[in-house]
């Protein structure tokens, strides 16, 4: 059973900066998508980032220049590496997974999640 588990999340002031790891167990696909999405209370799931097996990224147009999505020399690890962090950038930070090629940003293309971790910039 594949399982993602994020971690990095934590509390940091406006213009600070923060790395989100996403490790998925037991993903062994040669063709997929990883992606970050996230959700502010009160607020619907939205795509952050994603990152496919020939590491072609996209990025949400509020997060360009900011964030950056990678993946590890471990295997099976994404991460997304934060800078210049704002209020509105508070949310819980989701890692997801397809076994497919092709990237989107519908919560539907995706068929792993994980739990989250929570990112709360203050101002």
């Known amino acids: 059973q594949e399982h993602l588990v994020e971690s990095g999340g934590g509390s940091v002031e406006s213009g600070g900066s923060l790395t989100l790891s996403c490790r998925a167990s037991?993903?062994?696909?040669?063709?997929?998508?990883l992606a970050w999405f996230r959700q502010a209370p009160g607020k619907e799931r939205e795509p952050v980032a994603t990152i496919d097996m020939q590491d072609r990224t996209s990025y949400v147009d509020s997060v360009k220049g900011r964030f950056t999505v990678s993946q590890g020399n471990a295997e099976n690890t994404v991460y997304l590496q934060m800078n210049s962090l704002k209020p509105e950038d508070t949310a819980m930070y989701y890692c997801a997974a397809v076994s497919s090629y092709g990237c989107g940003t519908r919560l539907g293309r995706y068929n792993f999640w994980g739990q989250g971790t929570q990112v709360t910039v203050s101002s």
């Open positions: 037991k993903f062994t696909y040669s063709t997929y998508c």
